[in-house]
């Protein structure tokens, strides 16, 4: 199977901020990449497909970028509610569909 | 707008089965655009993906739950189900159903399962 390696596991930034969360796979996967944020109590929420892909409603300040081993979501201008855990996941060549290991996103 | 709903006891004895439903309302499992999956996740832990079912039956499972997972759609009560064998205190987690037409799009909001006697 293919190994989902993300990185970091936690991560402290301000509102305003600019910060870069990144995934990478053991073999290449195209652009089969998709991010999730999960707040506590909640089920995670898709917020990026296909690598780069932004879901409806998600904002401009989320983006995704990366092909083939690596891959990043980054959040442009941190806003209080953008503080949560974050997981890549691997959709191509299923099964298993994976899951990165999370990032945590604190406020510093 | 789609909503996914998961049911079943909040409690499982070791070594009997875990059994869930999930309930999905507007829109349809007997659609050929999507798989439909569960996610389960350990207190404090991350994201680990049971299996998944498509609207004919077919279903796949994770390598490491194979041996004990079954999941299988209803098509006229538009609900799949998952059922897990042989639970031990490991498989307490939170169980998440969702839609899959390639990532996971909708998610119901969970249901705890805790394997205690």
């Known amino acids: 199977a293919i190994q989902l390696t993300q990185s970091p596991s936690s991560l402290s930034a301000s509102v305003g901020d600019r910060v870069t969360i990144t995934c990478r796979t053991s073999q290449g996967v195209s652009s089969a990449l998709a991010w999730y944020q999960q707040k506590p109590g909640e089920p995670p929420k898709l917020l990026i497909s296909y690598s780069s892909r932004l879901e409806g409603g998600v904002p401009s300040r989320f983006s995704g970028s990366g092909s083939g081993t690596d891959f990043t979501l980054t959040i442009s201008g941190l806003q209080p509610e953008d503080f949560a855990t974050y997981y890549c996941q691997l959709f191509n060549n299923y099964p298993p569909i994976t899951f990165g290991q999370g990032t945590r996103l604190e406020i510093k | 707008q789609l909503q996914l709903q998961e049911s079943g006891p909040g409690l499982v004895k070791p070594s009997e089965t875990l059994s869930l439903t999930c309930n999905v309302s507007g829109g349809s499992v007997n659609s050929k655009s999507y798989y439909w999956g569960w996610i389960r996740q350990t207190p404090g832990k991350g994201l680990e993906w049971i299996g998944s079912v498509y609207y004919s039956g077919s279903a796949y499972y994770s390598p490491s739950l194979q041996s004990r997972v079954t999941i299988s759609v209803d098509t006229s009560k538009n609900q799949f189900f998952l059922t897990l064998d042989s639970v031990t205190a490991a498989d307490t987690a939170v169980y998440y159903c969702?839609?899959?037409?390639?990532?996971?799009?909708?998610w119901g909001q969970g249901t705890l399962v805790t394997v205690s006697s």
């Open positions: 969702a839609r899959q037409p390639n990532a996971l799009d909708s």
